[in-house]
Nanobody, 114 residues
Framework: QVQLVESGGGLVQAGGSLRLSCTAS????????MGWYWQAPGKQRELVAT???????NYADSVKGRFTISRDGTGNTVYLEMNSLKPDDTGVYYC????????WGQGTQVTVSS
């Protein structure tokens, strides 16, 4: 089992910034992908960004140039630096740890006011 603990959500005005973090613990796999998905009210969960244990990144087109995903030196914590936030970015952000199975965090609310 892998446990994920997220933090960093909150309320911010449009144009502002937030930093999300997610730390994995438990049965860590050496080859894995960590990342973030986003779910707006009434909509399906969508990819925001992912990063492999080797550092390769993938971003949704809607966040390219505004969001940056990274991992710490241990590889067990993933960060999402969100800049130039828009009201459309509002939703619950979920951390994912993908190895043999997918593990999800509990989600953290991000609200961007106009």
């Amino acid at each position: 089992q892998v446990q994920l603990v997220e933090s960093g959500g909150g309320l911010v005005q449009a144009g502002g910034s937030l930093r999300l973090s997610c730390t994995a613990s438990g049965s860590i796999f050496s080859i894995n992908v960590m990342g973030w998905y986003w779910q707006a009210p009434g909509k399906q969960r969508e990819l925001v960004a992912t990063i492999t244990n080797g550092g390769s990144t993938n971003y949704a087109d809607s966040v390219k140039g505004r969001f940056t995903i990274s991992r710490d030196g241990t590889g067990n914590t993933v960060y999402l630096e969100m800049n130039s936030l828009k009201p459309d970015d509002t939703g619950v952000y979920y951390c994912i740890y993908r190895a043999m199975w997918d593990y999800w965090g509990q989600g953290t609310q991000v609200t961007v006011s106009s």
